[in-house]
């Protein structure tokens, strides 16, 4: 299905990470740089679909979603 009203605004979406978190943690920032562009809108809108449209456990799709881009083995 194709948003052809342009009901839906962009995702745009990023990881967003506190300061204190990467300071105790920096390897989180290189876990989510490489997904970051993965998360485009007809990616995000097919992730919503398989959650709210399919009913499908949400760490499921996640998973899979992960796996399927090489993120996850």
């Keep these: 299905m194709q948003d052809d009203?342009?009901?839906?605004?962009?995702?745009?979406?990023?990881?967003?990470?506190?300061?204190?978190?990467?300071?105790?943690?920096?390897?989180?920032?290189?876990?989510l740089n490489p997904l970051a562009p993965k998360l485009t809108d007809a990616a995000v809108s097919a992730i919503n679909w398989e959650v709210s449209g399919k009913k499908r456990?949400?760490?499921?799709?996640?998973?899979?979603?992960?796996?399927?881009n090489g993120l996850l083995k």
């Design 5 to 31: 009203k342009h009901f839906f605004p962009p995702y745009q979406i990023a990881p967003l990470v506190r300061d204190d978190l990467l300071a105790a943690a920096p390897e989180i920032k290189a876990i």
């Design 57 to 68: 456990e949400p760490a499921d799709v996640a998973k899979e979603f992960l796996q399927q």
